[in-house]
Each structure stands twice: as structure tokens, then as C-alpha cells.
């Protein structure tokens, strides 16, 4: 590739489109976050001022349940002094920074990820593309690559800082191409191995590398005259270790402490994740998570040795729950196990850093289990973040696979809470505990676009139980979380109303299929039936109520604005929290 061929996709069109798009979605988003206030103009349509009192901003939409503004991005226009201005999204968070509060030190980092997420449209809309009803029919990592709006409540989502555009093609999940770790032999010094009950080091590693690749790495170190039982391997983003190890780590890899062994010979695909990587050689072996010293979407995605090491345990036990409660088996509910992790500490900089530091996060992989090998005849697997997809011509996957089912619409969608809802409100109700069951967490398994069930993921570094008093295994301890009374429920109200139902909803109802009322009627009927199918948890149930009048609005962006390298600290989730008044609960009254 040329230098010149690798920006191709930034013509003039393309990148008009994406402007548009995105603007779309910032007055939406910021809308819904209260940053900016849309004022109607008596035509119908609604006006935004920028903060000189002369920038105006003009657009038609349809206000949704739980204020979703879902605005026409072809009706958008800008005005100053009565001439009209092309939309230029740079210009649009300068014009809005002291609305947005932007600090003068975030606002230039802010624009570098809005321009990464908007040469990412580029590439997209650059792409051949495909429809809705024909990605419905794809394979797995089709799905997964077909991909094209990210989070749908973050405006910057695609920021990505530090990958170049030749890493961006080799990297990026919309790019979809194959791509082999790196792997590194760590010194047991520096670096532990952790497992899941019945795995051990040696038999795991073969399995996965294959035994000519392992006797192939262990002869890299024998030619060193090293021995390789002192040495653990780990797996490496290729990206991490040209740009970040190579150099930061340069003192490990003279001395010995790493050795670098080469590339692996199985090809990978890179997920919506980013740093997480689907075995395309042996779809049934273990995907790989990274750690990947990128900024994106408000945080540097390391992964800290020290998290990893209780990782499969906590795995293990979660998986163990499930598997013992008999509301939960009955779901089909499962998750894919974060099997065994490997982590370096580079002694140095941890000496010379707290726990939150970067440093402390640039060496450490995982190993999760693939959905595949537990597919029966005729199933198929999609991320759920496809449902809130929508295609070049506006038609959802929800929709495509609605009409591939043949089921009515309010009834596919009860298939559907009933494999991904109840689990969650089972979860929270029976023991307190909660995930982030957001749409790139969760893998659908689906017959004939039909949700049959749910398979949760990222799972030791997401899930909180937050009763003080529960029982957990030492290994554990460590996702029991200090949440108040008051914000517990928000694990649902905002995870799964506000910022996944909420679009789903909108995109049913604009594109005719199912309309909003009946989607959220669906929604507090299945509701009701889980409670009626525990009448034992009636007091929590009336405690933490799912038909209450209103809740508050915890604002995603607005963490991000504030601090787009490290928007919450994982240790309290609730400390961070940007509330902003109450949200009418569209299950209110049903």
C-alpha cells in the first residue's frame, strides 16, 4: 500500500458524509445529556445556539421515549450571521466548548479522537456496502466487521489514539484483516500464570500454539543458551510491541527478562473490542485480549498483571452460579470464560507508579473461551451490538432478522429479553450482581434469526456484586463494590434502558416495524413475569422497583469530556458517575 492509497478513503464526499453523521449524533447524544438544549423553531424543527450566540444550528427530529433525539442527519444546516456554512464537526465542538465543558487541556485530544472516529466513517462508508437482510445471513465475524456506528452513546468512539493509518488497516475490526501475535518468553521473576480449575500451563499452551510452534519458540531460547522451563509465554498486539515494548520495555529484552520469540502461526481477527482477538485459523480455540496502549473511548486499554491474576477464578465462580441456579439454566444464559491469563510486572515502573498507571498495564494477555464449539446444528453466533446496526439505506439487523423469523415483531422480541433481560434482572434481583451487558459484551446465539439465547463476556473486569454481606471466595473478593442504596438499580436503568433499549426501540418504531409503546410494553410484561416466577424476592423486587415514575440520567459523554483518558476508575463505578436530573421510566404505570 502506497501512502497515498492508504488515506484513499478520505474524499471530500466521504468525508462530508461523515461530518454529517457525526454531528447527527453529537446533537442527538448531547441533547439526551442535557449539554445542549434544542429549542423548537415553530416549524416543526428545532435550533441549537453555539456558545457565541451567532452559530446556529437547525435540524428536524422525532423525540422518543426516555429523550432520544432521533434526528434527521439530511435536515441538519449552520447558520452564522444568516450565511449557511458547511458542517465541519471540528468546528462544531469548538463552537460548543464551553457548553460541552471542554477544558482548553482535554479539548485538542477530544478533537484528535473525533478526527480518528470520523476518517474511521471514511473507511466504512468507503467499503462495499451491505445490507441489513444481507448481513443477517452472514457468518459470525462477518457480523462483527460489518459493524459501523461503535458505542451508540458515545460521539468519540472510534478515537484510537497512537495506531497510525497503516496500523488502522492492519488493525482496526472494520478493516478485517488476518493478523498473527507476537509472543514473547516472559521470566517467571517477573511474570505468574493463573488458570481455571483443571488447566496447567504446559498442555494449555500446547493446545493452543500447537506443538511444533511451541518446540519452534523453545528453540528460540535454547539458541540462547536459555532455559525454557524459567519462562512463560505471552502473547502480544503486534501494535504493543513494535511501538510501546520494543522501546519502553528495552531494558527487559537486553537483559533477558524478555525474549522475543516471533510471530505464532494462527491468524486472528480483531473484534469490535479492539484489543481482543477471534482465532479465524481454529474458530474453536480461545480468543486472545491484549493489552493495547491506545486511548480509546476514555481509556488507555491496558490490562494490569496484577488484575489478571484473579481473573479465571472470578471466572470460575460466576460460571459455577449460573450453572447452580435454576432460573438462571433455564435462560440458556451462559458465559465464555476468561480460562487463564498471563502477566509481566516490570518491577521499575511500578516502583515508580500508583496502581492506575498506564505502565503498570502494558504487558498481560488472557485467554477467553470461543462461543463456537458449543453451537448446535443450525445455530449462529452475532455480536449484540448488531441489533442497533442500521445499513446505508437506514433498514436495522433487528429488523432484518424480525422479518428472516417470521415471528411478530413484539414476540421476536420477547425471545429475545427473555434470553438477554431476565438473566440480568435475575442476576441483580437473586444476588446482587450486575454486568455490563452492553452490546459488545454480550454474543447472541441465533436459529433462523431468532434469539435463542445470551453468552455473556468480559466478564472478571465488568461484573460488581454489590451486597456488602455476600459470601465470595477469597480469590473473588475483589468485584464486590460500595454502591448506595439508591444508584443500585442504575446497573439496569441506564446499562440496558438508556443505553441499549433506548436505540433499539427508536430504530423499530422509525422504520415502521414495531412502535415504541408496544416495545416497552413487551418490555415490562417480561418484567412481570419473571417477578411472578420468584415470588420469593417480592421485598427486593419492591425495593429496588422496575416500575418506578423516574430515574436519574447518568451521562456517558459527559465522563468522557471531562476526562478522556480515564473516564471511571474501575474500583468505584458509582464515584464517577455524571448524574443530571431524572429520566421518565418508560416502564412506569405498564
Known sequence: MTPSDAVAHLSPHHWARANRLLIRKALAEFAHERLLTPRATGDGGYAVLGDDGRTRYTFTAVLRALDHWQIDADSITRHRDGDELPLAALDFFIEMQKSLHLSEEILPVYLEEISSTLSGTCYKLAKPQVTAADLARSGFQDIEAGMTEGHPCFVANNGRL???????????????????????????????????????????????????????????????????????????????????????????????????????????????????????????????KTALSVINMGFMRGLSAAYMEATPAIN??????????????????????????VGYRHLEYEAATDRHSPYRKMLAALWRESPVPRLAQGESLATMASLVHVDHEGASFAGALIERSGLAPAQWLRRYLEAYYTPLLHSFYAYDLVYMPHGENVVLVLRDGVVERAVYKDIAEEIAVMDPDAVLPPAVERVRVDVPEDMKLLSVFTDVFDCFFRFLAANLAAEGILPEDDFWRTVAEVTRDYQRSVPELAEKFERYDLFAPEFALSCLNRLQLRDNRQMVDLTDPSGALQLVGTLRNPLAGR
Not at 470460575?316 to 491469563?341: F, K
Open 162 to 288: 497512537g495506531f497510525g493509518i497503516h496500523e488502522y488497516h492492519a488493525y482496526a475490526p472494520e478493516a478485517a484483516s488476518p493478523v498473527r501475535l507476537v509472543w514473547l518468553a516472559a521470566h517467571r521473576s517477573r511474570a505468574a500464570f493463573t488458570a481455571g480449575a483443571g488447566i496447567d500451563y504446559e498442555p494449555f499452551l500446547r493446545e493452543e500454539l500447537g506443538e511444533e510452534t511451541v518446540e519452534r519458540f523453545h528453540g528460540v531460547l535454547r539458541a540462547r543458551d536459555l532455559d525454557p522451563g524459567d519462562y512463560l509465554l505471552i502473547p502480544v498486539h503486534p501494535w504493543q510491541w513494535w511501538n510501546k515494548l520494543s522501546v519502553t520495555f528495552a531494558a527487559e529484552v537486553a537483559r533477558g527478562h524478555l525474549v522475543c520469540l516471533g510471530e505464532g502461526d494462527d491468524e486472528y481477527l480483531a473484534q469490535q473490542s479492539i484489543r481482543t482477538f477471534f482465532n479465524t485459523t481454529s474458530p474453536g480455540k480461545h480468543y486472545v
Open 316 to 341: 470460575d465462580w460466576l460460571a459455577q452460579l449460573i450453572d447452580n441456579d435454576p432460573v438462571l439454566r433455564s435462560t440458556g444464559v451462559s458465559i465464555i470464560r476468561e480460562r487463564a491469563a
